[in-house]
């Protein structure tokens, strides 16, 4: 059968050849199985080689599958139907008879003949025995590869559980006791953090800001200094502080069991994978080839003896025959009858153990059925208590008392925040305001520059061309939308809060963490320590552009980039000194001269040359503006 599975049975170890693309169904599966072994089908648990349930989609690709009898993972109840043997009765022990040993007449031939063929029949049925009885020991073997197989199976399954289960405990033991520790602090101080709260004056605007409450004292009433309890909802803040103990004292409750249970399962779960590291490790279930080395040996013995027989058979009463056929009768007698008659009293005492330690294996596996069984319904057991013990629910009454804990934090947090806003806003508009400023200065020299070209050039080529125009490509910077409206908070307003929690002498590490905040305002941004990274290296430019509002530079700084500035503007002064005349005018001048030789050298006879040469006369036109 080319597409046959191999389908192995757990308790009988039996192996089945189905062809799985017949099915349509996981039911149809476990009908074929149950005709053919001794289980109901609705008693069939399938799993594939790596210990995963059987599923219809994958059925065709397997090539092993492993069936138990969920009969046998339960243990027995009273009044209950008897359980399906998984052992089979061990074979009575082999009794070897006594070789042939009796000859009428030493001196014939005939006599020694008829002992010879009487022990080949011996020999003869007891390799025919020991056949059988090899064949046991293999099949034996067998079975106790197919449970051993199947309990490999299991033990996967039971390792998947396990393992999904881990690290999800593992993270809940992360939290959990922190988590328990802070909420009983929480149950016993809620009402003094409420007090906390109440005696710490906040800015009205602020908590308006953040819970969208009008603190106004309404029409002729003055407004009431706003404080920190004014951030929480004291309604819900009494009623979840009241529930707190006892809510506490169950989830304590479930968390205890939780402990308790899942450290039985990951015992338990540890015993079964020792116990069964123990089993793969005997050597007792990999004798399997012994028997049939074991069976060679007898069968070698059984022809010799039956060669021999028939080598008697060609002797004469002569007394030569008569004294070989002694000798061999004799070395029958010493060597080769008691040969295998020990090989076959071998052959019984191994099939006897490989039936014993297929029965064994069959008992400890159906006790591992039982365990993973166990450790599996605690396994789930566990799940659920981890579940009650996430529950959101309860963890939300412990989330508001922790917010009444951290409610100068937030407070804290929310003005910082709006501090960095403003202080980011007004820095942008600062830059933005340099940043056109500096446009204006590079749009301006360039309109300068340009009507002093025009200026030197003139309308010599392309007259009325627009080329000193004042269209200067310019800058314009706008800034597009505005932030939320933040309050109007101060760092003083925030360092008034930090002295008023130490002087309150509120938690330590809350104190502590606002005081982070209050250093984190006058961190840089990465931009600024870029910058001034740069000028620590040797930069001279002044970082206009990004410097927070009210940042200070260096007298030293200032003063070097303030001569570097006065350097420039003596050069471009002197250079402006030292400017050559328009070129225009020294055109003009140079045109002009040198038509009014022109004519004077027309009234003039000039003397005879040779052909070929000429004369270059040196003009000095520095005075005309030209470098000759």
Same mark, same amino acid.
């Given at each position: 059968?080319?597409?046959?599975?191999?389908?192995?049975?757990?308790?009988?170890?039996?192996?089945?050849?189905?062809?799985?693309?017949?099915?349509?169904?996981?039911?149809?599966?476990?009908? #074929?199985?149950?005709?053919?072994? #001794?289980?109901?089908?609705?008693?069939?648990?399938?799993?594939?080689?790596?210990?995963?349930?059987?599923?219809?989609?994958?059925?065709?690709?397997?090539?092993?599958?492993?069936?138990?009898?969920?009969?046998?993972?339960?243990?027995?109840?009273?009044?209950?139907?008897?359980?399906?043997?998984?052992?089979?009765?061990?074979?009575?022990?082999?009794?070897?008879?006594?070789?042939?040993?009796?000859?009428?007449? !030493?001196?014939?031939?005939?006599?020694?003949?008829? $002992?010879?063929?009487?022990?080949?029949?011996?020999?003869?049925?007891?390799?025919?025995?020991?056949?059988?009885?090899?064949?046991?020991?293999?099949?034996?073997?067998?079975?106790?590869?197919?449970?051993?197989?199947?309990?490999?199976?299991?033990?996967?399954?039971?390792?998947?559980?396990?393992?999904? $289960?881990?690290?999800?405990?593992?993270?809940?033991?992360?939290?959990?006791?922190?988590?328990?520790?802070?909420?009983? +602090?929480?149950?016993?101080? =809620?009402?003094?953090? $409420?007090?906390?709260?109440?005696?710490?004056?906040?800015?009205?605007?602020?908590?308006?800001?953040?819970?969208?409450?009008?603190?106004?004292?309404?029409?002729?009433?003055?407004?009431?200094?706003?404080?920190?309890?004014?951030?929480?909802?004291?309604?819900? *803040?009494?009623?979840?502080?009241?529930?707190?103990?006892?809510?506490?004292?169950?989830?304590?409750?479930?968390?205890?069991?939780?402990?308790?249970? *899942?450290?039985?399962?990951?015992?338990?779960?540890?015993?079964?994978?020792?116990?069964?590291?123990?089993?793969?490790?005997? !050597?007792?279930?990999?004798?399997?080839?012994?028997?049939?080395?074991?069976?060679?040996?007898?069968?070698?013995? *059984?022809?010799?003896?039956?060669?021999?027989?028939?080598?008697?058979?060609?002797?004469?009463?002569?007394?030569?025959?008569?004294?070989?056929? #002694?000798?061999? *009768?004799?070395?029958? +007698?010493?060597?080769?009858?008691?040969?295998?008659?020990?090989?076959?009293?071998?052959?019984?005492?191994?099939?006897?153990?490989?039936?014993?330690?297929?029965? +064994?294996?069959?008992?400890?596996?159906?006790?591992?059925?039982? !365990?993973?069984?166990?450790?599996?319904?605690?396994?789930?057991?566990?799940?659920?208590?981890?579940?009650?013990?996430?529950?959101?629910?309860?963890?939300?009454?412990?989330?508001?008392?922790?917010?009444?804990?951290?409610?100068?934090?937030?407070?804290?947090?929310?003005?910082?925040?709006?501090?960095?806003?403003?202080?980011?806003?007004?820095?942008?508009?600062?830059?933005?305001?340099?940043?056109?400023?500096?446009?204006?200065?590079?749009?301006?020299?360039?309109? /300068?520059?340009?009507?002093? =070209?025009? /200026?030197?050039?003139?309308?010599?080529?392309?007259? @009325?061309?627009?080329?000193?125009?004042?269209?200067?490509?310019?800058?314009?910077?706008?800034?597009?939308?505005?932030?939320?409206? =933040?309050?109007?908070?101060?760092?003083?307003?925030?360092?008034?809060?930090?002295?008023?929690?130490?002087?309150?002498?509120?938690?330590?590490?809350?104190?502590?963490?606002?005081?982070?905040?209050?250093?984190?305002?006058?961190?840089?941004?990465?931009?600024?320590?870029?910058?001034?990274?740069?000028?620590?290296?040797?930069?001279?430019?002044?970082?206009?552009?990004?410097?927070?509002?009210? +940042?200070?530079?260096?007298?030293?700084?200032?003063?070097?980039?303030?001569?570097?500035?006065?350097?420039?503007?003596?050069?471009?002064?002197?250079?402006?000194?030292?400017?050559?005349?328009?070129?225009?005018?020294?055109?003009?001048?140079?045109?002009?001269?040198?038509?009014?030789?022109?004519?004077?050298?027309?009234?003039?006879?000039?003397?005879?040359?040779?052909?070929?040469?000429?004369?270059?006369?040196?003009?000095?036109?520095?005075?005309? @503006?030209?470098?000759?």
């Amino acid at each position: 059968m080319e597409m046959a599975t191999q389908v192995l049975i757990a308790h009988t170890g039996q192996r089945l050849e189905i062809d799985t693309t017949q099915f349509q169904s996981l039911d149809d599966f476990k009908a #074929s199985v149950a005709r053919q072994s #001794s289980i109901p089908a609705q008693c069939i648990i399938a799993l594939t080689s790596q210990g995963r349930p059987l599923k219809l989609q994958t059925i065709q690709t397997e090539k092993e599958i492993y069936v138990y009898d969920i009969r046998l993972t339960q243990a027995p109840s009273a009044g209950a139907s008897p359980l399906p043997r998984y052992e089979i009765p061990v074979p009575k022990h082999y009794i070897v008879t006594d070789p042939p040993n009796q000859i009428e007449d !030493s001196r014939s031939v005939r006599s020694w003949q008829e $002992l010879f063929k009487a022990r080949r029949a011996w020999a003869l049925k007891i390799l025919d025995d020991s056949a059988q009885m090899a064949q046991a020991t293999q099949d034996r073997a067998n079975e106790t590869d197919v449970m051993f197989r199947c309990l490999e199976a299991a033990i996967a399954n039971l390792v998947s559980v396990v393992k999904t $289960l881990e690290p999800k405990y593992a993270e809940l033991q992360g939290w959990l006791p922190d988590f328990q520790t802070e909420a009983v +602090t929480l149950t016993k101080t =809620w009402e003094q953090l $409420l007090s906390l709260a109440r005696s710490i004056p906040v800015a009205s605007g602020m908590v308006r800001f953040m819970t969208g409450r009008d603190l106004s004292g309404g029409k002729g009433r003055p407004q009431k200094q706003a404080t920190l309890e004014d951030l929480v909802n004291l309604d819900h *803040a009494r009623n979840v502080g009241r529930a707190a103990p006892s809510t506490l004292k169950d989830l304590n409750g479930r968390i205890a069991e939780l402990d308790k249970n *899942a450290s039985r399962l990951f015992q338990d779960a540890d015993r079964l994978f020792r116990d069964f590291e123990e089993i793969a490790n005997r !050597s007792d279930l990999r004798q399997e080839g012994e028997s049939l080395q074991l069976l060679e040996d007898i069968e070698a013995v *059984a022809k010799k003896i039956d060669t021999d027989y028939h080598t008697t058979l060609d002797y004469t009463n002569s007394t030569r025959d008569v004294l070989q056929a #002694s000798k061999i *009768a004799e070395n029958h +007698t010493k060597r080769l009858l008691p040969s295998i008659s020990k090989r076959a009293e071998e052959m019984d005492e191994m099939v006897r153990y490989a039936t014993q330690t297929r029965n +064994t294996l069959a008992s400890q596996s159906v006790h591992f059925m039982r !365990s993973i069984t166990e450790v599996t319904a605690l396994s789930t057991t566990v799940r659920g208590l981890m579940n009650s013990v996430n529950q959101e629910d309860e963890l939300s009454t412990f989330d508001y008392l922790r917010l009444i804990h951290q409610v100068p934090w937030m407070y804290a947090s929310y003005v910082a925040e709006a501090i960095k806003r403003r202080e980011w806003f007004d820095k942008v508009k600062q830059d933005s305001s340099t940043l056109a400023n500096e446009m204006a200065v590079f749009q301006d020299e360039e309109l /300068k520059r340009r009507r002093r =070209w025009h /200026k030197e050039i003139g309308d010599a080529y392309q007259p @009325g061309t627009p080329v000193a125009d004042g269209n200067v490509p310019g800058l314009e910077v706008n800034l597009l939308g505005e932030d939320d409206q =933040w309050p109007a908070v101060t760092r003083q307003d925030l360092d008034e809060l930090h002295e008023r929690l130490q002087k309150e002498r509120a938690d330590p590490n809350l104190v502590a963490d606002i005081g982070k905040l209050i250093k984190e305002l006058n961190n840089p941004t990465k931009q600024q320590s870029k910058r001034l990274k740069a000028f620590k290296n040797g930069s001279v430019h002044e970082a206009a552009l990004g410097r927070r509002k009210g +940042t200070k530079t260096k007298s030293s700084d200032c003063r070097l980039v303030w001569k570097t500035r006065r350097t420039r503007l003596s050069t471009l002064a002197s250079r402006a000194r030292t400017r050559r005349q328009p070129m225009t005018r020294g055109f003009t001048s140079w045109k002009r001269r040198t038509i009014s030789s022109r004519k004077r050298s027309m009234t003039k006879r000039s003397k005879p040359k040779a052909r070929w040469s000429f004369s270059v006369r040196s003009r000095d036109c520095r005075g005309s @503006g030209w470098n000759l």
